[in-house]
Structure formats: C-alpha cells, structure tokens
C-alpha cells in the first residue's frame, strides 16, 4: 500500500478541493490531514512511533503556512529540525505570493513552494504535475523510523 500523504490546512474548502483535484489527478495514495500546526506536529510525532504506530510516516507534506495555533514555518523548521523527518518532502501549498514567506520556505528546506489556485482545473493540472514528478518518476528518500 502507499504511504499516505499529509495536507495540513485549515481551511475546510480548501481541503474539500484539494481531495477532488488530487482524485481526478489520479493520484490514489491515503490523504491525511491535519487542521493546524499543533495537529500537524502531534500527527508526524505518531509516525515516528515505529512499528508501533497506526500512521506511517508521510510521503510528502503539503503544508500551508498561515496555520492557527504553530504558523506553517514553525511546522517545516521542526520537520526539517527532526532527523528522522529531514528528508520528507515538504511542498508548501499556500495561498502567499510575499517574497519573504517564498524566500523563508526555502531557507527552511521546503522542496517547493506553491501558490494555491484561483480555480480547480488549475489545482487539478497541479497535481498531475506533482503526482508525476513526486509520486511518479522521483525516486523517494528512505525513511528512517530508528535513530
């Protein structure tokens, strides 16, 4: 089975959208969510539980930055601060067009920076891109549940 990957918005439409476009991009992978930073955080603490965890650890990240509770930049420096998680991509998927929100993402390790959609075609077109870039050709990094 394929690993799940983990969208972390709190926008309830922006998910509903989100689970379409990703559905008729064909990509079929298990979609988690998690409707804050905290949650997000508590979440990827779970997966690294090992074997005793319900929740493996994510294939890639969507994460939005203007999150309640821990801000999205918070949430990507401590993935990108835990060494079993350092190498989960993290797409940042974000309503954001400020150079510095661009500009901090990746000097945090971000892997890309998107700017979400005005319409769903566009969204849609945006996940074929990343399922056959990211789910499809790019060889993921291995995922060490152990330090």
């Not at 309640?68 to 990507?76: A, K, S, T, Y």
């Not at 993290?90 to 000097?107: G, H, I, P, R």
Request: proline content about 8%; some cysteine.
């Amino acid at each position: 089975m394929a690993r799940p990957l983990l969208l972390v918005e709190d926008n309830e439409d922006d998910i509903f959208f989100m689970e379409h476009a990703m559905k008729k991009a064909g990509i079929d992978n298990p979609l988690a969510i998690a409707k804050d930073g905290r949650e997000a955080i508590e979440l990827l603490e779970r997966a690294l539980g090992g074997n005793l965890s319900d929740i493996p650890v994510p294939r890639l990240i969507f994460l939005d930055l203007k999150l309640p509770r821990v801000p999205g930049l918070d949430v990507l420096k401590w993935i990108r601060g835990n060494p079993r998680l350092k190498t989960v991509p993290v797409l940042v998927l974000t309503a954001s067009k400020q150079d510095q929100d661009v500009e901090a993402a990746y000097n945090l390790g971000a892997n890309s920076f998107f700017t979400k959609p005005a319409n769903t075609d566009t969204l849609v077109e945006m996940m074929r891109v990343i399922k056959d870039y990211w789910l499809t050709h790019c060889v993921p990094p291995p995922i060490c549940i152990t330090e």
